[in-house]
């Protein structure tokens, strides 16, 4: 993987070169991603990607030409008035352009985009080259003003999209890409200027050049993500062959990597976690195909083959596997997720990555609950499987891990009479009565509503549990401040659990 | 619960025995709630929130694979849910010596935790019930605090000299505590204070054997009447335990969360089920 390659380069290069210690890389890297989580709760996260010429290795700022001013203003003088040497000159251009404080002079230059646009459409093939790496470096800036002053180059870009070069359309897709954020007007451009065919018809045609792809499927994503995306860009991208091919890249190629899947992944994490109705993408095998990647993924993992990275596949295809599934009638869910391998697969993920990733072995547990809510199946196989004792076992991890293991634990009990008395023999009662006892409210409520559902299930379960001194828990939570809690525990001792007493004495007779 | 119509439409593979008896229990008083339900998350969801980062740090170069700093997992702390403690703790084993040692054998009466399910029916019996002082007068019904002795005295004071020399219950053994607290319990029981210190000063007061040997009513402040506390196996483990429980409960203990306190007519504790120890004949 080109990026992942890069990045630990890059690491390694600066920590080595600089004398900057791991530290001070740490410390960045913590800081940036604060600054990305603050950006995720205003609704602003938002991220580019530069390409790096073939030359270089990092993305270093830091130039050796003086900050901008001049150097655009004479650059640009030269460019429009010389001959020859203009690739020379727009080659010494993009570097300078990597500067932000060059990107906005460029931009505040009267005519400095027409000259470029012109130079991109020029019949020089390097000259266009080095144009769109211009355009590249201004696409990336941060300042959201410079994207809308590309725009007159958008229609060129586009048109290259099914051009031969590998490298030049590459460029087009990352500076459409880079562009998509920054402004509603930007994406209403593109959209008029047909850049969700033009991207359907790249992969189509490119579908062997991987590199393309994920190009592609990322320029797609930074449309997808769009705060107006639901109403504007999904339906539009719903309608197109986007989704079949988005599906048709998703397995990952040995040699190339995970890259190009994972960038289709989180389109179609886009796609069906904006609509309520995801039929169509049903229809087409998204459930069954996702499904099927995780189980391969979750099998590599656990063999210990966990390629790096790859954790950024599982992430997405979770959330459509988790998301899709409320699309997915009862009935037809046998039919849609073939891979019977799947509650194996996902429970084996929440253990590898419960102390690296717990946030994902969050995501999966939550996969597990849409798994077993509403099919039987699922249930039984999470039992004959004997997936549960394991499960059990997580019960201690807070955040939303164990409130989430006792829905489906729930789900279980909530089928049939058999599931309970299964549950009971795997030590489930036991847990309970530790639970029952935890600070979590919505714990000790859960708990609460499973225990119902096993002592009404059978008399065996609730003998066991009031051999298991399970009585004396209830009758602590009849005096608890929360009402759901007295409520529950005095409907269950009450109406259920009283019959099963083993000493009843006529001192300890309970008033009629 | 669900509706009855929708338990119909829902019965392929599901137990038709199980749905009797879910139905059967829906009453209106049925507080249970829970249905399986699948969960729709959208793209801004909070639960998505860490992986929209990883995913975002990868798409700006800073991934890196090895996790430099590790998550921290957290696990679920345990509290005692007896309404007007608020002790949480972060293991269930120490839970469970908090309320053994301070919940389990409450008398109804009078509030005090005893050490052990004998010592809480001797005090009962001693201290609450009327019926014992009569019978008192005629027969020998001070028991002896040790298991399996079985003699019985006339008084508390015969016991408390059979215990000495039998039993070698040391004389000059002092509860301290109990003995400054004495006076200001009565007073301090209504007051809103914090909570886990009310609970230790129960304990305080109740070790069970100097309680039980000096025989006084729970509403007399103890007088001039020495503490001639006797150390006994029991008292040991009380003390042990007491200092367990003094650990073990949180440095900063809060502040009960709800006013609900239980009713002087309830009480918990080893066989009291749905019955009221000490107390004979009907609850109002």
């Known amino acids: ?512 | 619960m669900l509706q009855p119509e929708a338990l119909q439409l829902r019965t392929e593979g599901r137990d038709e025995q199980q749905e009797r008896r879910l139905s059967e229990s829906e009453d209106g008083n049925n507080p249970f709630s829970f249905t399986p339900q699948i969960i729709r998350l959208h793209k801004d969801h909070e639960l998505f929130e860490d992986g929209d980062i990883h995913r975002h740090m990868y798409l700006q170069d800073l991934y890196i694979s090895e996790a430099e700093d590790k998550p921290a997992l957290s696990v679920s702390e345990f509290a005692c849910h007896i309404s007007g403690c608020s002790a949480v703790f972060s293991a269930l084993e120490e839970y469970e010596h908090h309320y053994n040692a301070l919940h389990r054998h409450v008398c109804c009466s009078c509030r005090r935790s005893l050490p052990s399910a004998r010592l809480l029916d001797i005090h009962i019996q001693e201290w609450h019930d009327s019926l014992f002082t009569i019978l008192a007068q005629k027969q020998d019904m001070y028991q002896c605090l040790v298991e399996g002795c079985g003699q019985t005295f006339r008084t508390n004071k015969h016991r408390k000299d059979h215990l000495i020399r039998i039993h070698k219950y040391p004389p000059d053994f002092r509860f301290d505590k109990t003995k400054k607290e004495r006076g200001r319990r009565e007073t301090k029981r209504r007051e809103q204070k914090d909570a886990a210190m009310e609970v230790v000063d129960d304990v305080c007061e109740s070790e069970g054997v100097c309680e039980v040997m000096c025989n006084s009513p729970s509403d007399e402040p103890e007088g001039g009447e020495s503490m001639e506390t006797h150390e006994c196996e029991e008292k040991a483990s009380t003390e042990d335990v007491l200092a367990a429980a003094q650990d073990t409960e949180s440095t900063a203990p809060r502040k009960p969360q709800y006013s609900y306190r239980i009713p002087n007519t309830v009480c918990f504790g080893h066989g009291s089920v749905r019955g009221f120890r000490g107390r004979r004949g009907r609850r109002k």
């Not at chain 1, 030359?55 to 001959?83: R, Y």
């Not at chain 1, 500067?99 to 906005?104: E, G, N």
């Not at chain 1, 609509?275 to 391969?296: F, I, P, R, W, Y």
Request: hydrophobic content about 40%.
């Open chain 1, 1 to 512: 993987m080109w990026r992942l390659n890069k990045a630990r380069h890059k690491a390694r290069h600066k920590a080595g070169q600089q004398g900057g210690n791991l530290d001070e890389l740490r410390l960045k890297r913590r800081e940036n991603e604060r600054a990305l989580r603050q950006a995720r709760r205003d609704r602003q996260l938002v991220s580019k990607r530069l390409l790096l010429n073939e030359d270089e290795e990092q993305p270093d700022v830091s130039m050796d030409t003086a900050p901008g001013g001049h150097d655009i203003v004479s650059l640009l003088h030269k460019l429009q008035h010389t001959g020859t040497e203009k690739e020379a000159h727009l080659k010494a251009l993009s570097k300078v352009l990597r500067d932000p404080a060059a990107q906005l002079t460029f931009i505040k230059h009267e005519n400095s985009m027409h000259l470029l646009v012109g130079l991109l459409t020029g019949s020089n093939a390097q000259c266009r080259l080095q144009a769109v790496r211009c355009l590249h470096e201004l696409s990336h800036s941060s300042h959201t003003n410079v994207a809308p002053a590309c725009l007159p180059a958008t229609p060129y870009l586009l048109t290259y999209l099914s051009g031969p070069s590998t490298k030049f359309t590459e460029l087009c897709l990352y500076t459409l890409g880079n562009m998509c954020p920054d402004s509603n007007v930007v994406r209403e451009k593109l959209l008029a200027q047909g850049i969700i065919p033009a991207l359907a018809s790249c992969i189509e045609n490119q579908r062997h050049t991987l590199a393309v792809v994920e190009a592609a499927a990322f320029t797609l994503s930074q449309l997808l993500q769009a705060r107006d995306a639901p109403e504007k860009i999904i339906p539009i991208v719903l309608k197109s062959t986007l989704p079949s091919r988005l599906l048709s890249v998703l397995t990952p190629d040995p040699q190339f990597g995970l890259a190009p899947a994972i960038e289709c992944a989180w389109c179609l994490h886009y796609l069906i976690c904006s609509t309520d109705d995801n039929k169509e993408l049903l229809a087409q095998g998204a459930l069954s195909q996702c499904s099927s990647l995780l189980v391969s993924l979750g099998g590599a993992v656990t063999e210990g083959n966990k390629e790096d990275g790859i954790e950024l596949l599982i992430w997405p295809l979770l959330r459509c596997v988790g998301n899709i599934l409320s699309s997915c009638p009862e009935e037809d869910l046998n039919a849609q997720l073939t891979d019977a391998h799947l509650p194996a697969s996902l429970c084996a993920l929440v253990q590898a990555y419960l102390h690296t990733l717990p946030a994902l072995a969050r995501e999966t547990v939550w996969v597990l609950n849409n798994l077993t809510a509403h099919s039987t199946e699922f249930c039984s196989a999470l039992l004959t499987l004997n997936l549960v004792p394991g499960l059990i076992q997580l019960l201690p991890f807070s955040q939303g891990i164990n409130t989430m293991i006792l829905r489906i634990l729930a789900n279980i009990a909530h089928k049939k009479k058999e599931f309970c008395v299964q549950l009971m023999q795997l030590g489930l009662l036991s847990a309970l009565c530790a639970t029952l006892k935890m600070a979590d409210q919505e714990m000790v409520i859960q708990s609460l509503d499973i225990l119902f559902m096993m002592t009404v299930s059978s008399p065996v379960v609730a003998e066991e549990f009031v051999r298991q001194d399970g009585l004396s828990l209830l009758e602590v939570l009849q005096y608890n401040g929360a009402a759901e809690m007295r409520q529950r525990s005095t409907y269950l001792l009450e109406k259920h659990l009283l019959s099963y007493q083993q000493h009843i004495t006529v001192d300890n007779m309970p008033d009629p």
